[in-house]
Each structure stands twice: as C-alpha cells, then as structure tokens.
C-alpha cells in the first residue's frame, strides 16, 4: 500500500510541511473522535510509520480502519529475474575483457586462432555487448 493509498483511509489529513502528516486518529483511545489530531503518518523507507500521540498502537489503528500491520508495508517492487549485481558484472567484465585483449595480443603477434580460440573470443565478446546493453 502506497502513502496516499494509506491516508485515504483517514479523516482530517493535513500536510504539515516537513514530509509528515497529522490525521485524527481513527485508534480506540479516541472514544468521543479525535479531535485535535494525534496521529503523525510518516512516510518511511519501507512502508507507512504511525505514531499516536496519545497512545494507541499501529495494529489498533489498522484495525479499526479495517486493514492490517502488513499493509503498511509498501509494495516489494519486482526485482528482474537475471539481475546480475553490480560486483559480478564487473568481475565478468573483467574476464571477457582480459580473454579479449590476449587474443588482440596474439593477433598482433600473427598467431593463429584454434576453433576453440575463435569460441572463447566470441563468447566473450557476446558477453561484454549482453552486460553492457543491460546496463546502458
Ligand atoms: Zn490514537
């Protein structure tokens, strides 16, 4: 659930400016309504922070607004399935680049390439455009 999705359920929401909210506070502490806002929403790194200044818990006032603690939780965002971190791209890099400077290397000295050379430097070679591509 995103922030606005969050405060939507809420009544009296105002922005106070700092990158918090203040909302009345829909928890059980509040027989008669909450009157003068309590609750602070904040909008954390990984989901929605609550915090009622006159006590109600962040489970209290999911309840009452008929959601749970998860749905505070914003959404996991889909990692690509072949995502290749950053530090193996670089070490694969690495290893494509050198098979493909010895064989420039062996080019210049006039040395013939094997089957098996002409393999490796176009798997390399096929590699270094496949990562690259990902990346730009
Ligand atoms: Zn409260």
Same mark, same amino acid.
């Given at each position: 659930?995103?922030?606005?999705?969050?405060l939507?359920?809420l009544?009296? +929401?105002?922005y106070?400016?700092?990158?918090?909210?203040? %909302? &009345?506070c =829909? $928890? =059980?502490?509040?027989?008669?309504g909450?009157?003068? =806002?309590?609750?602070? !929403?904040? @909008?954390?790194? &990984? $989901? !929605?922070?609550l915090?009622?200044?006159?006590?109600c818990?962040?489970?209290?006032i999911?309840?009452?607004?008929?959601?749970?603690? $998860? @749905?505070?939780f914003?959404?996991?965002? %889909?990692?690509p399935?072949?995502?290749?971190?950053p530090? *193996? +791209?670089?070490?694969?890099?690495?290893?494509?680049?050198?098979?493909l400077?010895?064989a %420039?290397? *062996?080019?210049?000295? $006039? &040395?013939?390439?094997t089957d098996? *050379?002409l393999?490796?430097?176009?798997?390399?070679?096929?590699? +270094?455009?496949?990562l690259t591509s %990902?990346?730009?």
């Open positions: 659930m995103t922030l606005n999705e969050f939507s359920h009544d009296g +929401v105002r106070n400016g700092t990158g918090d909210y203040t %909302a &009345k =829909p $928890g =059980p502490l509040h027989e008669h909450d009157k003068h =806002p309590s609750l602070s !929403v904040t @909008d954390g790194t &990984k $989901g !929605v922070l915090h009622c200044y006159a006590g818990t962040a489970a209290d999911c309840e009452d607004i008929g959601l749970s603690l $998860g @749905d505070l914003y959404e996991q965002r %889909a990692t399935r072949n995502t290749i971190p530090i *193996d +791209v670089l070490r694969i890099l690495q290893q494509e680049t050198t098979i400077g010895i %420039a290397g *062996d080019m210049l000295a $006039g &040395k013939p390439f098996d *050379d393999r490796l430097i176009q798997q390399a070679s096929a590699r +270094v455009l496949k %990902a990346y730009l």
